[in-house]
């Protein structure tokens, strides 16, 4: 199996400096595809439950990001195929920053509020869907997904 070391560039590296398996590579059995994903929330606490949860379910967190201009960055620099993004984020709302990315990656929005508070604006931000903060789960963002 090829491996690479985490990425450096943009938002916050994969901590450890453990080597990751390359995109699309199995590893230890596993029968799925292992998914690169970029989190992007201003709360420094969601992001850190949303890496461990999705990384112990065999997604490969690339990177994190606090507001929208570093998202932006990061999803340039690391190239994820998938953005979990908020829509409620300090610099600007993330229903924007989802129709800049989702030409080249799949964004998933989510948001600790419900769907509906939204639901009107949803559709036209080229997001992939969304997922309540409190329902995250790696077959959640799966499901989503093209």
């Known amino acids: 199996m090829h491996t690479v070391a985490p990425p450096a560039l943009g938002g916050k590296p ?8 390359l995109r699309g590579e199995r590893g230890c059995g596993d029968n799925v595809e292992v998914r690169s994903v970029l989190i992007v929330d201003d709360h420094a606490g ?3 439950r949303a890496r461990r949860l999705l990384e112990a379910e065999g997604w490969n967190v690339v990177g994190e990001a606090g507001d ?12 994820p195929e ?4 908020d829509v409620h984020l300090p610099d600007v709302n993330g229903l924007y ?3 800049a990315l989702s030409g080249d990656t799949a964004v998933v929005l989510t948001s600790s509020r419900d769907a509906s508070d939204f639901a ?10 969304f997922v309540p903060k409190a329902e995250l789960s790696g ?8």
């Not at 994969?14 to 398996?21: A, L, V, W």
């Not at 998938?82 to 993004?85: A, D, S, W």
């Not at 009107?120 to 869907?129: F, I, K, Q």
Request: glycine share 10%; with cysteine; hydrophobic share 50%.
């Open 68 to 79: 929208a201009a570093e998202a932006l960055r990061a999803a340039e620099d690391l190239q």
């Open 139 to 146: 077959d959640a963002l799966s499901a989503l997904l093209p």
């Open 14 to 21: 994969n901590p450890g400096g453990s080597e990751i398996p």
């Open 46 to 48: 969601f992001r850190q």
């Open 120 to 129: 009107d604006r949803l559709a036209g931000s080229g997001a992939c869907g």
């Open 97 to 99: 920053v989802a129709r």
């Open 82 to 85: 998938v953005v979990l993004l």
